[in-house]
């Protein structure tokens, strides 16, 4: 469809770009315009009248109304009325007014009319960024049903959203949206935006369009993958195949195994040359030493900001925090980004420009362990392929459970004991500074009674810049550490036991369930305590016994749709007034269908 430039300027101020989008601003209200020959109760309806007396009191103006459409006098009243309100009401004068008459023994009356200069329609009403008739005029102009089969929508689906635009009188009588309007505008919700996540999606030739059988080296494990790492090292098989470079997200749950992916992408890559960027040095070295352990022949390099600069030409596999942006990195034709929600787009894009040769890419890989709905995972795969770890290799066995003041006594106990069995303990607390609007003590409060009761305490949080350290010392030396949220991700504590988590209701669930995924790392017993100071968290409750992170996700919007808001969820779906990602799975499956996706 051909805009004009006012017509532009206005889908601009509106902040949408098609026609699809247009049809999804929904009108609020309707005002039914049509002349009614008798009086509608409760409703607001159009008198055609003639003024007869115009009465100014120092608050009000009262008219005298002579409806010829009802036959009856009608009293309208206009409270605090604005200047150019008088010269609306011209004595003698015939218009029509719109506004809900009330009749009490036998006397009318219509308080804050309006005048209205045309009859005849039934008009909707929009909150957008344009005033309303300016918004109307542009639904005539711009939504029609050519213009949407255009977009490519059904049939069905137009009918329905033009109703909502253009309503006849059956429309008007019902009181609740139809389900068949509610499906329509959540398939033309997820199309448009799937459409245009489609259509962001840029195809460039690969660096290389090979792939070695990953069976021999599998072979060599001492463990067997399971079958959910296997589905996601077959479609990067099949990715490195193919001429045209790839992009592929891989979300595996916490201790899924994503690391044995990644090594085996590598592997399948050689003779080629992978670069793997992680976010800390500490998740860089410890693929580094799993890729030494599992890839015995590949030639690896480690590079951090501390690492010397070398020849990185003689390198198989080069793995490294973002210091790898400020080297000059040799051609590779894979590139994987492990927790790539931690870089920006800016820093996977430098990355890929680096080892790119002109128009030839490599294919590119990206590792996160924030497990996301399905439905969100199919709504994704329209600008990016997906594959989901949903399996662990061997079920943690870790018990959850909801604490309050009074089991402070036996968690005591339990820490004691666990410190004997030369176990350690995480105590995560939600503040670092004492903050008189919480009721909760902070890290700075607590770590006192901590460290006169206990020996070998760490403390650490997000603005520490030694938190590195003191975690890697914690993992060699320490009996309890002290932490806020940022250890959520990455190092490996083989020798965590126990998680206690303070003020957990006011975490989001994925947050929970990655602190829970901390502990048993190696097949300990674990222990995840949630202390909260409410009596009751169905959330809560809900979470101590689901245990996969992709069913996390799920309820984290079952009660974000309860309007359970919290921080620490991201708001995913946001983007979306129709949608919901907890039930619309089967729209999604539609969408994806008729987009040929």
């Avoid at 219509?110 to 109307?136: E, F, N």
């Avoid at 977009?151 to 009181?175: I, M, R, W, Y």
């Avoid at 997200?249 to 590598?266: F, P």
Wanted: aromatic letters at 10%; one cysteine or more; charged letters at 25%.
């Amino acid at each position: 469809m051909h805009l004009t430039k006012e017509q532009e300027a206005k889908f601009k101020k509106l902040g949408i770009s098609s026609v699809i989008e247009l049809a999804l601003q929904v009108p609020h209200s309707y005002e039914d315009y049509r002349i009614h020959e008798k009086l509608l109760p409760q409703k607001a309806q159009l008198i055609d009248a003639t003024i007869e007396s115009v009465y100014k009191a120092p608050n009000s103006i009262q008219i005298t109304f002579f409806a010829h459409n009802l036959g009856h006098t009608v009293q309208g009243v206009l409270f605090r009325p604005k200047p150019y309100m008088l010269h609306q009401f011209q004595v003698g004068a015939r218009d029509y007014y719109y506004g809900i008459i009330d009749c009490k023994q036998g006397h009318c009356s219509m308080s804050m009319p309006k005048k209205v200069s045309k009859a005849g329609a039934i008009v909707p009403k929009y909150k957008t960024a344009l005033r309303s008739d300016v918004m109307q005029r542009l639904v005539q102009n711009c939504l029609t049903r050519e213009n949407l089969l255009v977009e490519k929508l059904s049939e069905d689906v137009v009918a329905e959203l033009l109703k909502l635009h253009f309503p006849n009188d059956e429309f008007l009588q019902g009181k609740e949206m139809s389900e068949k309007t509610l499906w329509a505008l959540k398939y033309a919700e997820l199309f448009s935006y799937m459409k245009m996540l489609a259509g962001k999606r840029r195809y460039f030739k690969a660096l290389s369009s090979q792939a070695k059988e990953y069976a021999p080296w599998s072979r060599t494990l001492p463990f067997t993958l399971t079958d959910a790492q296997i589905k996601a090292i077959e479609d990067i098989r099949q990715d490195m195949h193919k001429d045209v470079a790839a992009k592929r997200m891989v979300v595996g749950d916490v201790g899924s195994g994503k690391t044995m992916v990644i090594l085996a992408a590598a592997y399948m890559n050689m003779p080629n040359r992978s670069v793997l960027m992680a976010p800390t040095t500490i998740l860089a070295n410890q693929l580094f030493e799993e890729a030494h352990k599992y890839l015995p022949r590949a030639k690896i390099a480690l590079v951090t900001n501390k690492t010397k600069k070398t020849d990185l030409s003689q390198y198989d596999f080069i793995i490294g925090t973002h210091a790898l942006l400020y080297r000059e990195l040799p051609q590779a034709s894979l590139i994987m980004v492990d927790e790539q929600h931690r870089f920006g787009t800016a820093q996977r894009n430098m990355l890929e420009k680096l080892v790119a040769q002109q128009e030839l890419k490599p294919h590119f890989i990206q590792f996160s362990a924030t497990p996301i709905p399905r439905t969100q995972a199919m709504i994704e795969s329209a600008h990016i392929d997906v594959s989901l770890i949903t399996t662990t290799p061997f079920s943690k066995d870790i018990d959850s459970k909801v604490i309050h003041k009074n089991d402070f006594k036996s968690l005591l106990l339990h820490v004691k004991a666990e410190i004997a069995k030369n176990n350690q303990v995480l105590l995560v607390y939600p503040l670092v500074e004492q903050s008189e609007a919480f009721d909760y003590q902070s890290i700075d409060e607590a770590r006192g009674y901590w460290e006169k009761n206990f020996g070998n305490v760490y403390v650490t949080h997000g603005k520490d810049k030694d938190k590195e350290r003191v975690l890697l010392d914690f993992r060699e030396y320490g009996d309890i550490l002290i932490a806020t949220t940022v250890v959520e991700v990455g190092i490996s504590l083989p020798r965590l036991s126990t998680v206690v988590i303070v003020g957990a209701e006011r975490l989001g669930l994925s947050t929970l369930h990655q602190l829970r995924g901390r502990v048993s790392r190696t097949g300990l017993k674990g222990y995840c305590y949630l202390y909260t100071n409410k009596s009751k968290s169905e959330r809560l409750d809900e979470f101590i016994y689901t245990k996969s992170g992709f069913d996390i996700a799920n309820l984290d919007l079952k009660f974000r749709k309860s309007g359970d808001l919290l921080k620490g969820i991201s708001q995913s779906g946001s983007q979306f007034k129709w949608v919901d990602f907890a039930e619309d799975e089967n729209i999604v499956k539609e969408v994806k269908k008729d987009l040929g996706i």
